[in-house]
C-alpha cells in the first residue's frame, strides 16, 4: 500500500512537470504578439519593444519557463530594470499585466467562491442521486420507478444555462424573492450567501443528480443480481441491512469514481453557473482571461484545474481501497 | 420513445422561451405605463439623491488610471465623476453641442499663441482633489508627464508625445521618459510650464484644437499618490472630481463603488451636476440577465443603466426600427451612433493595383453582410472613413454612388468589378481574409467569398483568436490582402481619424501606407489654423483615401443601448457615444 501510494505521488508530480511544459509552451507558440496586446490604440514599434521587454517576453522561451518555475517556488520580480518594478511573492504563479494583479492572488481570492459553489451542489446532486436512485431500484418497475427516471431525463436534457435564466428571471427578476447574486463569504454574512448561492447550486445540482439517480439505480440493481446479495438475503438479513450493508457499499465503487471527478471538475470552476450568476469563481475567471488574452492568467488556471484533475484521480483511486474490500492494493 | 421526448423537451424550451420574452415585454408595458403618467420620461426636473446602478457584461474597466482609460465609455464616466481635465465636453444630445467644449478646471478654453504652437491654461480657484488639498499647475504637469513613461504607462493616448515640443531620439521615441526615470526632465520642464496657476504647453508644431486634446490624458495626479503600474488598481485613485472610489473589485460579481468626495464644491466645477449620492458599477453580469433586468426595470434596476449594448435578439422587441423604441421603452431605450466606422482595411503592398481594390469594393455584398450583422441596427452604409457625427468634416465622397464610375448596389455588381479586373490587367485576385473568430464573422466571411466568387476573385477565409486579432494583422509578416478594422475619433476633429488609419506614425496604419505625399498632405491638415479650411483638407483627403481605395468602407456603426425607468437624462452623448454620466440623476 505505502509503496503504491509513493509510486502514485512520484508519478503524480512528474505528470504536474510535464503538464506545466506542455502548457507554458503551448501557450508561448500561440499566435499573437502578447506585447503587442498590452500596448493599445496608440501603439509604435518602440513602445512595443518595451513592452516586450518589461513582460520578459525578450527572453528565450526556455528562459522564460525556468523563471516562471522558480517564480513558483522563491517567487519573482517583473521588469526589474522597470522605475516600478513588480514584486510577485511565491507561490508566483505570474503577474496579469491586464488587471494589473498577480495572478495567484486572483486565484487565491476565485478559489473559495468556486469551493462553496461545488462542495454545495455536490451536497445537494449526492444526497438527491443516491436517494432517488435506491429508491427507483427498489421499485424497479413501478411507478415511483419511472416517475424518478422521468424527472432525471427532463434534469438531464435541460442546459444549465436555460435553467439558470429560467430560475434568474422568475425567482429574482420577476417575483424578486430572492436579491440578484452578490457573493459574500458564509463567515462574512451566511444568509446573503445562501441567498447568492442557492439557485446556482439548484442549477448545478439538477443536471449532476439526474445523472446520479440513473447511475446509482443501474449499479443497485446489477448488484442486486449478485450471488452475495442472494445469500445475505437467504441468510435472513433485513432489507434495510442487505441494501445499504451489502448491495450499496458495493454498488457504489463507480459512483464515487463519477463523484470525485466531477467534483474534481466542478472545482476548476462551474463556467456557466458562474457566469450567468455573476460568480467570481475560477470558471469565470478562466472564461475572462481567455477573452481577454491575458496568458499568464491562462496558464495560471489551467495548471491549478489540471492540477486538481490529477489529484482527485489520485484520492479517488485510493478511496476504492476504503470502500470496496474487493479491491486490493498492493 | 426518445424522439418524442426530444419533442417534447424542444416544445417546452421553445415556449419558456417565448414566455420569457413575453413577460419582460408585458412587465416594461406596466411600468412604463406607470411612468407615462407621471409626464413624459426627461421632463422632470432633476433631483438629488439615490443610486445609480451601472450593469456590465465586463469584468472590469480597461483602465482606470486617468492617463491609461482610452475608450469612449470610460472616459465618460470617469469624466463625469471622479477625474476632471481642463475643459470638457458640454452635456447635450445635439450633435454640435454635444461636441463642443466647455471649461472645466480651466477658466476658460484655453489660450493659443504663437500660431497656436503655444498654449496657456488658467487653473480656476478652489479646485482641489479628495483630500481637500489644492489641484495645482504641478499636478495636471505631473499628471501630462506620466504619459511618457511608456513602459509604465501605456494602452493611453499618447496625445502630449505627438504634440509637446520636446525632441525624439533615433528610434522615434520621445527623449523625455517620464517622471519615474526623470530621463530628459529638463526637456519636458521647458515644454511644460507652470506660473502660478497658469500653465503652457509648448508645442511641437500649430495644433489649432489642442484644448480638444487636453482632455485626454491632461488629467491632474498628485505625484506623491502615484503607485505607476498600479495606479488607481492596488488603491483608489486620487479623485478631481465630485465623487470619490470607495471600492473596487475586477471580475464577476466585482463591483466599483462611487461615494460623494466631501471637498468638492459646485462652485468649483459649474460643469458636472452631481445629483446622485451614489455609483455603483456591476461586473460580470451576463448578457442575457443583463438586457432582461432593465427591460423589466424592477426593485433597484428601476435606476439601472446599461454599460455597453443590448443583445441583437432583444432589440426588435425595444425598437421599432433602428431609431425609434417600442411604446413601453420610449424615452429609456436609446439608439445613435457609436464613435466607429467600421471598414475592411486593404495593404497597399499587397493589393497594389487601384483597380483591383476597387473591384474589391464592387463585388461586396454590403447588402447581405449588413443583414448578418443585425440590419439597420447595425448601422449606416459607410461612403469613407470620416463619419457624420464628427461634425464639420465630414462630407459625402459619393464612395458608392459615382466615384467609382457608376452607382453600386447594396448587393455588389460581380459583373462591373469583373470588367475593373479586367481594366487592371492582372489576372483576377487570390485574396487571404483576415478577421477575429466569432460566429457573426464567419458568416460574414462566407458572403464576402460568396460575393467575390461571383466576380472571379477567390477568398481564403483566415480566422485570428479575437484577442489576438490586432496584434496578428498589424505585424507585415502576418498580415494578409485585407481585413476587418474600425476606427474611432477622439475628439470631434479629422485630426484624429485620417493621420492615425493612413499614416505610419499614426499608430493604425492597417493598410500599410508610407506615401511622402500623403504624409505631407496629412501634416498641412493638421496645423492648418483656419478651421474651415482644415474640414476642407480633411474632406479631401477622406475622398482621396477613397478614390484609391485604402479602405472599403462598409459601416457607420450605430448602437442601442437601455435604462431603467427611473434614470434620466436618456440620450446618447455625441461627445463619446454614451450616456451623460455627469449630468444625470434619479427620478423621484
Known sequence: ?330 | MLRTDVRLLRALTLGIAVALTLAACGQGNTSQSASQSGGAQQSTAPTTGGTIYILTQAEQFDQVDPQRAYTGEDLAFFGGTIYRSLVAYKFSADPIEGTSIVPDLATDLGTPADGAKTWSFTLRDGVTFQDGSPITCEDIKYGTSRTFATDVINQGPTYAIAYLDIPTLDDGSSAYKGPYTKVGQELFDKAVTCDGKTITFHLNKAVPDFNFTTTLGFSPVPAAADTGETYGVAKPPVSSGPYMVESYQTGNGGKMVLVRNPNWSQASDPYRHAYPDKWEVDFGIDPKVLDQRIMQSSGVDETAIQYGNIQPENLSIVFKDQETPNDQFAGRAVSGFDPYSRYYWINVNKVTNVKIRQAMAVALDRAAIRLNIGGAFAGDFADGVIKPNIGQDYASTGFWTDMLGKKIPDAGDPEYAKQLITESGEPAPKLTFDYPDTPTNAKTVAIIVQSYAKAGMTVTPNPIEPGQYYSVVFDPAKGHEFGTGGWGADWPNASTVIPPLFTQKGGWDLSQLDDAALNAKVEAAQVELDRATQAGLWQALNKEAMQNVWVIPTFFGLSQTIAGTKVAPTYRWPAYGSWPYGDMYVKP
Open chain 1, 1 to 330: 500500500m505505502t509503496a503504491y501510494l509513493v509510486r502514485r505521488v512520484l508519478g503524480m508530480f512528474v505528470l504536474l512537470f510535464l503538464l506545466s511544459v506542455t502548457v507554458f509552451f503551448l501557450f508561448n507558440l500561440l499566435p499573437g504578439d502578447p506585447a503587442r496586446l498590452t500596448c493599445g490604440k496608440a501603439c509604435t514599434p518602440v513602445i512595443i519593444e518595451q513592452n516586450r521587454h518589461r513582460l520578459g517576453l525578450d527572453e528565450p522561451v526556455l528562459t522564460q519557463y525556468v523563471k516562471f518555475v522558480s517564480g513558483i517556488f522563491v517567487g519573482r520580480t517583473f521588469a526589474p530594470n522597470s522605475p516600478a518594478p513588480i514584486v510577485c511573492n511565491a507561490p508566483c504563479l505570474g503577474y496579469s499585466f491586464n488587471r494589473h494583479e498577480q495572478v495567484m492572488t486572483m486565484i487565491a481570492r476565485a478559489a473559495p467562491v468556486t469551493f462553496w459553489l461545488a462542495i454545495g451542489a455536490f451536497i445537494l446532486w449526492i444526497f438527491a442521486g443516491l436517494s432517488l436512485g435506491i429508491f427507483a431500484a427498489l421499485h424497479r418497475g413501478r411507478w415511483p420507478d419511472r416517475l424518478v427516471m422521468g424527472i432525471s431525463l427532463i434534469g438531464y436534457s435541460l442546459p444549465s444555462f436555460f435553467i439558470g435564466l429560467v430560475l434568474i428571471f422568475f425567482v429574482i427578476i420577476k417575483w424578486q424573492m430572492l436579491p440578484f447574486p452578490a457573493y459574500v463569504s458564509p463567515f462574512e454574512n451566511p444568509v446573503k450567501f445562501l441567498q447568492t448561492m442557492i439557485l446556482p447550486w439548484i442549477v448545478l445540482a439538477t443536471l449532476n443528480a439526474a445523472f446520479y439517480m440513473r447511475l446509482t439505480r443501474n449499479q443497485v440493481l446489477e448488484v442486486f443480481g449478485d450471488d452475495y446479495v442472494r445469500t445475505a438475503r437467504a441468510k435472513g438479513l433485513p432489507e434495510r441491512v442487505v441494501v445499504v450493508k451489502h448491495a450499496l457499499r458495493a454498488g457504489l465503487t463507480p459512483i464515487v469514481t463519477a463523484a470525485g471527478l466531477d467534483l474534481a471538475y466542478l472545482l476548476g470552476g462551474a463556467i456557466i453557473s458562474e457566469n450567468i450568476f455573476s460568480l467570481p469563481g475560477l470558471g469565470a475567471l478562466a472564461v475572462g482571461s481567455v477573452t481577454n488574452s491575458d496568458l499568464p492568467l491562462i496558464t495560471g488556471i489551467t495548471l491549478l484545474t489540471a492540477s486538481i484533475i490529477i489529484v482527485a484521480n489520485l484520492v479517488v483511486d485510493l478511496l476504492y481501497a476504503v470502500i470496496d474490500p474487493r479491491v486490493r492494493i498492493t
